[in-house]
């Protein structure tokens, strides 16, 4: 069992800064590729980015490339997404999930989620 608890959510102008932070319990952290999703209302589960079990690989939705930095520290347990220059349509909740394997951008097959944290970006 491994449970996840963001932090770092909040409002912001446009144009600002965020980092999301996920702490995992358990000693198996390091087994998980790391994600993060969103859900803005009304709408679906959005894949964010993710970042592979030894930090090497990490993926990002389009729109995010260039502005989202993910990163990861195993001895922590801890998964970050780094947020600059925030837009309007960014605002959401913003999930973190633990995948043991699956599809990195599908959040039908991640085994563990966090409980989410807001982000409000305001024009």
């Known amino acids: 069992q491994v449970q996840l608890v963001e932090a770092g959510g909040g409002l912001v102008q446009a144009g600002g800064s965020l980092r999301l932070s996920c702490v995992a319990s358990?000693?198996?952290?390091?087994?998980?590729?790391m994600g993060w999703f969103r859900q803005a209302p009304g709408k679906e589960r959005e894949f964010v980015a993710a970042?592979?079990?030894?930090?090497?690989?990490?993926y990002y939705l389009d729109s995010v490339k260039g502005r989202f930095t993910i990163s990861r520290d195993n001895a922590k347990n801890t998964v970050y997404l780094q947020m600059n220059s925030l837009k309007p349509d960014d605002t959401a909740v913003y999930y973190c999930?633990?995948?043991?394997?699956?599809?990195?951008?599908?959040?039908?097959?991640?085994?563990?989620w966090g409980q989410g944290t807001q982000v409000t970006v305001s024009s």
């Open positions: 970042i592979s079990r030894n930090a090497e690989n990490t």
């Open positions: 358990g000693r198996t952290f390091s087994r998980y590729v």
């Open positions: 999930a633990a995948l043991l394997g699956g599809l990195i951008r599908s959040p039908d097959g991640y085994d563990y």
